[in-house]
């Protein structure tokens, strides 16, 4: 007998976190990819105390890191100026300074916007900058396209 309340896609994200860490980078970066589409079903809550500790292991992957980008960016476009402040920059001002793939390059450039309305302007300044003007100094051919929206 099947409960219905587990079949839920919410319950199933949430459930697929507890394991996330076995997967390999594939399955990884399929789910950030999906999860962003049921974070709307999770309360705000369970992000800050289950989806985001997950994520900010994610960060730190290479490999995974523009994939978990998508997720993480949505919290941060629903969240409150506090509730990014407090609880998602910390975690997400690492990802400013660290080297990325040119993916990740491209999804933060695109969604700058979301980031800049809610970063107070001391880490804009010592953070989000720096990224931005190295992205200017990039060759990829990727990377010049975004600069030119």
Same mark, same amino acid.
């Given at each position: 007998? #099947?409960?219905?309340?587990?079949?839920?896609?919410?319950?199933?994200?949430? #459930?697929? /976190?507890?394991?996330? #860490?076995?997967?390999?980078?594939?399955?990884?970066?399929?789910?950030?990819?999906?999860?962003?589409?049921?974070?709307?079903?999770?309360?705000?809550?369970?992000?800050? @105390?289950?989806?985001?500790?997950?994520?900010?292991?994610?960060?730190?992957?290479?490999?995974? *890191?523009?994939?978990? /980008?998508?997720?993480? *960016?949505?919290?941060?476009?629903?969240?409150?100026?506090?509730?990014? #402040?407090?609880?998602?920059?910390?975690?997400?001002?690492?990802?400013?300074?660290?080297?990325?793939?040119?993916?990740?390059?491209?999804?933060?450039?695109?969604?700058?916007?979301?980031?800049?309305?809610?970063?107070?302007?001391?880490?804009?300044?010592?953070?989000?900058?720096?990224? /931005?003007?190295?992205?200017?100094?990039?060759?990829?051919? @990727?990377?010049?396209?975004?600069?030119?929206?």
């Amino acid at each position: 007998m #099947q409960i219905k309340f587990f079949m839920e896609p919410a319950v199933h994200a949430l #459930q697929y /976190l507890d394991v996330i #860490q076995m997967k390999d980078s594939t399955h990884k970066s399929h789910f950030y990819h999906s999860l962003q589409g049921t974070l709307f079903s999770i309360p705000k809550k369970l992000w800050f @105390q289950h989806v985001l500790p997950s994520l900010k292991t994610e960060l730190q992957s290479p490999e995974v *890191l523009a994939a978990a /980008l998508q997720p993480l *960016l949505f919290m941060i476009e629903e969240s409150t100026v506090e509730e990014y #402040q407090n609880e998602i920059l910390p975690v997400f001002r690492t990802v400013f300074s660290m080297p990325k793939s040119v993916q990740a390059t491209v999804t933060l450039l695109e969604n700058l916007d979301i980031i800049m309305k809610k970063t107070p302007k001391s880490d804009i300044k010592a953070d989000v900058l720096p990224m /931005l003007y190295s992205a200017f100094e990039s060759t990829t051919p @990727q990377i010049q396209v975004t600069k030119s929206y």
